[in-house]
């Protein structure tokens, strides 16, 4: 089975573990960022299937 990669963004450090927390359980890899700008910086290396993202955020938000 493919490993599933999931990046998880939201300046919410609870909602933003939480999130990562469910989807481990769903046996997904997960990687999460607190900022739009540290998303980035994650998604330049590659790797990712889908990224779950906050769309307001502080500085770049989630339509950025």
Do not use: S
């Not at 481990?24 to 998303?39: H, L, P, S």
């Not at 889908?50 to 502080?58: E, K, N, Q, R």
């Amino acid at each position: 089975m493919e490993d599933l990669r999931v990046l998880v963004v939201d300046d919410d450090e609870e909602v933003r573990k939480l999130c990562g927390r469910v989807l481990e359980i769903g046996a997904y890899t997960v990687r999460q960022a607190a900022t739009g700008e540290e998303a980035i910086e994650i998604l330049r290396k590659g790797g990712f299937n889908v990224a779950v993202i906050d769309l307001m955020m502080p500085g770049m938000g989630g339509l950025a």
